[in-house]
């Protein structure tokens, strides 16, 4: 098992890597059945929640949900609900759902989106 040092804040799958987020504002690809950190991908912001939706890497970051390939990692679509941040993310097989935080009010409010 590996242990990490610091915070983390996301985690995802997708079926054979783990996607890992830390405050050190990194992403790793990690190799459950390796034990190994196969890429560290630096990011501009704390990452916040992840997750791995038909074929694409979904991360929030800085308030913003990021849709994201894989190989090669690379950003490919933003998304911005403009009245509020956005730190999660979660699919049902047919909706997506999000954690965010609306007009800077507390708590958090778990909303159905679609895109």
């Not at 997708?14 to 990011?43: C, F, M, R």
């Not at 800085?62 to 999660?88: H, M, V």
């Not at 049902?92 to 708590?107: K, M, R, T, V, Y």
């Amino acid at each position: 098992m590996l242990l990490w040092a610091g915070g983390l804040w996301g985690i995802a799958f997708d079926g054979q890597y783990l996607w890992v987020a830390n405050i050190y504002h990194s992403i790793y690809k990690y190799n459950p059945n390796l034990n190994t950190i196969e890429a560290e991908i630096p990011i501009e912001f704390y990452p916040d929640g992840m997750a791995y939706i038909q074929d694409y890497l979904y991360i929030c970051v800085g308030g913003i949900l990021n849709k994201c390939t894989s190989e090669p990692f690379q950003c490919i679509e933003a998304y911005d609900i403009g009245r509020g941040d956005i730190y999660g993310i979660a699919y049902d097989g047919n909706n997506f759902w999000i954690s965010a935080c609306l007009n800077n009010e507390a708590p958090y409010k778990i909303c159905k989106v679609s895109w």
